[in-house]
């Protein structure tokens, strides 16, 4: 291969596995609150606590994957989709609300783990002087995922039944798990003595990697952010009568995302991270302001395109930093530290914010989330920013 090339056969098995994971993922997660309440007659929280259980088993399966994933990813991968094929072929027989909530804490588990060891692997084939590039790329699988997902996700539910719903994602998954199989595992090019001595102790940096963590607190509060957008759109949209143009938001959003990244991961590798996060969280605060006093349509998917440019960029290139400085064979507890903190400012945010509608309402309530992310160009200065040097990425690992 190649020694500065990105797209060979694993990055785009790999990269093909992780698209097909993060369609399940998305047209699941607007599938299950329905389904939940067709069948077993739950109310409305608790068809929302099916879905975010599933967030809880994804934190855990990337906690418990990450130490492993250094010299284990294709078997962890595996192991992953081979778990998350069986649990998406139980909701077909599942018949109460309990084992349905187990099954969803399992299949988010496998989930967890099986995206933390693809990104890790990315991450260890991917040459040094590329790496924000292909990491960039790379994660373009979940912005299609989360563009395709939901689309497909609605069109089924209402043309199709959930027994069609569930077999069209065992499909996919059963696509998934068999690519698998021809992945090659990267070769750990070092092995670090203190990996031997404490691999078998039970440690919290067996677990977390403390180099990614000022860069996963900064990816936190940008989870937060981001997360009133999804559950919400719809009502709001509702509110403000813009329902179809909401429709177009996450297509817009995407296709704001698949034209900048490719731009965006090549200025990481050259320029330093600053000189991506600080426009990206700033772009960001200015998307959420425009949808915060969105009155037209046009008004609505312009901030989708910023939203897209600002949100969007910082996500693939904070993946990128999580690993910087770490060792290969941190790749996995770095990957899996980032995430977790993502995840949990992701799901923690509209239960945040969503207490304050009532009060303030909603316009109100996108404004005091621009203010959040505007504060958190603050604390990535504090945290990663002033340290940062202008310099490639690459050449710093």
């Not at 962890?76 to 072929?89: A, D, E, P, R, Y």
């Not at 039970?202 to 403390?210: A, G, R, T, V």
């Not at 559950?231 to 938001?249: E, R």
């Not at 008004?299 to 996500?315: K, R």
Request: hydrophobic share 55%; proline share 4%; charged share 10%.
């Amino acid at each position: 291969m190649n020694k500065d090339s990105l797209w060979d056969k694993d990055f785009i098995t790999i990269f093909t596995i992780n698209f097909f994971v993060a369609i399940l993922f998305n047209l699941l997660i607007v599938t299950i609150a329905s389904y939940a309440i067709e069948l077993f007659n739950t109310s409305e929280s608790v068809a929302g606590f099916t879905a975010s259980i599933f967030v809880i088993g994804a934190l855990i399966g990337r906690l418990v994957a990450g130490p492993i994933i250094g010299t284990e990813g294709k078997k962890v991968l595996i192991v992953g989709l081979f778990i998350n094929l069986v649990t998406i072929v139980l909701y077909l027989i599942i018949t109460n609300l309990p084992l349905l909530l187990i099954n969803r804490l399992i299949h988010g588990f496998a989930f967890g783990a099986a995206t933390t060891a693809a990104a890790t692997m990315i991450a260890q084939i991917l040459p040094d002087s590329r790496r924000g590039e292909g990491i960039g790329y790379y994660s373009l699988n979940i912005t299609l995922g989360q563009a395709i997902g939901p689309f497909l996700g609605i069109l089924l539910s209402h043309y199709a039944n959930f027994t069609i719903i569930f077999v069209c994602a065992a499909l996919l998954a059963a696509i998934s798990l068999a690519l698998s199989f021809s992945v090659i595992q990267p070769v750990q090019k070092t092995v670090y003595p203190i990996e031997e001595n404490t691999a078998k102790k039970f440690q919290l940096s067996n677990f977390i990697e403390f180099t990614a963590m000022p860069i996963a607190i900064v990816s936190l509060v940008v989870g937060i952010g981001y997360s009133v957008i999804g559950p919400f759109l719809s009502v709001y949209a509702t509110q403000i009568d813009l329902v179809k143009a909401a429709s177009f938001f996450f297509p817009v959003y995407a296709i704001s995302i698949l034209f900048s990244r490719p731009f965006s991961g090549r200025l990481l590798d050259t320029k330093g991270a600053n000189f991506v996060i600080y426009p990206s969280l700033i772009i960001f605060a200015a998307g959420m302001l425009l949808y915060s006093h969105a009155n037209h349509g046009i008004i609505l998917l312009l901030a989708a395109v910023l939203v897209g440019l600002g949100y969007g960029n910082f996500h693939s290139c904070a993946q990128a930093m999580a690993i910087k400085g770490t060792p290969p064979y941190r790749f996995g507890s770095a990957m899996a530290t980032y995430f977790l903190f993502y995840e949990t400012g992701y799901g923690m945010g509209p239960y945040l914010f969503g207490s304050l509608i009532p009060c303030i309402g909603w316009r109100n309530l996108y404004l005091i989330v621009t203010i959040v992310i505007l504060a958190d160009i603050v604390f990535y200065y504090f945290l990663c920013g002033r340290k940062e040097k202008q310099s490639n990425l690459g050449t710093t690992m």
